[in-house]
């Protein structure tokens, strides 16, 4: 598929990357474009699934995860891959080359209902002839990537300074019922959010800032990335050496400007899950030989080709990476 972002929808994109709650007459005098184009050209992305806003789990909101990794028989991928996306614990699916054909990533914030997950329930579906799982330890990958659709003077103008981290605020019903509104439209204004939870908008408005200070709740802007001109995707599994901190390494990944994911593990040989995005698959030795040269204690043990990706963070997609539908990423939600 060609590129079917411009230029103007491409720094709209990288902007709200920064600031995806944004205020459009905000991102028009960074644009240099008018309010009305802004909403205008959000509005069009959004509707036709190419690009969308959804609220996300904070730093410390103590949430656990892990990582499934599926070999399935023939013919049963994409039916395991759907049954996966369905799961409201599971936040992201895909389809890869490899014997390994099919992962997930599941995300909680009950131990035990990630045990019962990963031991229990998901080994039992069908169409599975083989599977392995690893503990995700921490999620290096924010959730500010890159796009190269703004300058460096346009990103400090539309990046607000980070307000001073609050105490930790105790999650309540009203606190779900706000991040699981905000899985369907992050973009939801303050005064329509209200009407959905049943409560004042100054009333919302405060629980956001205390969520958002308390690092408990952010935002995150993701799109069709063929339509974007970033048809390849690849995903590495590396293995960091006794010389190297795993830590290190991760941090320093999260920068790179074609990564999307970076976890930390515990189970198998690799201990650190990379996920990237590519203008075209030729550039993938470009980026194992950038990382022989800057992390050479590390070992590029298992790479892949992303051939379809079925869910990221809710959204269900289709074959051109449009999102089609929603199942929201519920992190309490029982495995029943």
């Known amino acids: 598929m060609g590129q079917e972002i411009d230029e103007v929808d491409l720094a709209l994109l990288d902007a709200l990357h920064l600031q995806p709650r944004v205020r459009f007459e905000e991102l028009a005098r960074v644009l240099d474009v008018s309010a009305v184009t802004v909403a205008r050209r959000w509005h069009r992305l959004s509707q036709d699934g190419r690009a969308w806003v959804s609220s996300a789990p904070g730093p410390r909101l ?13 013919g049963q991928a994409a039916a395991v891959a ?4 369905r799961l409201p614990q599971v936040f992201s699916v895909h389809m890869t080359t490899g014997q390994h054909n099919v992962y997930a990533l599941v995300a909680t914030t009950d131990e035990a209902v990630l045990s019962e997950l990963l031991v229990d329930r ?19 990958s924010g959730t500010r ?13 539309v990046t607000e300074e ?4 609050a105490a930790r605020h105790d999650f309540d019903d009203f606190d779900r019922q706000l991040y699981m509104t905000l899985q369907y439209d992050g973009r939801l204004g303050l005064r329509d959010l209200a009407a959905r939870v049943d409560r004042s ?28 001109g970033w048809p390849a995707n690849v995903v590495l599994k590396l293995r960091v050496g006794e010389g190297a901190a795993v ?26 899950l990379v996920t990237a995005q590519l203008h075209e698959l ?19 043990i298992d790479r892949r080709v992303l051939l379809r990706a079925v869910k990221s963070f809710g959204r269900l997609l289709g074959a051109d990476g449009r999102a089609h539908d929603v199942v929201p990423v519920n992190l309490w939600a029982p495995t029943a």
């Open 282 to 300: 030729a550039a993938l030795d470009d980026l194992t030989a950038r990382l022989a040269t800057e992390f050479p204690g590390v070992t590029v």
């Open 247 to 272: 830590s290190h390494v991760g941090r320093a990944l999260v920068h790179w400007p074609e990564t999307r994911l970076c976890a930390d593990l515990v189970g198998g040989a690799a201990n650190l």
């Open 122 to 140: 998901l080994p039992a579906m069908r169409g599975l002839r083989s599977l392995t799982t690893a503990r995700v330890v921490h999620l290096f």
């Open 145 to 157: 990537w890159r796009l190269g659709g703004i300058s460096a003077t346009q990103a400090k103008a």
């Open 201 to 228: 908008p100054a009333t919302v408005r405060k629980r956001l800032e205390i969520l958002t200070r308390a690092r408990q709740l952010t935002f995150r802007t993701d799109f069709a990335r063929p339509a974007a």
């Open 82 to 85: 759907d049954e996966l996306a």
């Open 62 to 74: 103590g949430v656990c995860g892990g990582l499934l990794e599926a070999e399935c028989s023939p």
């Open 162 to 165: 980070p307000a001073p981290a």
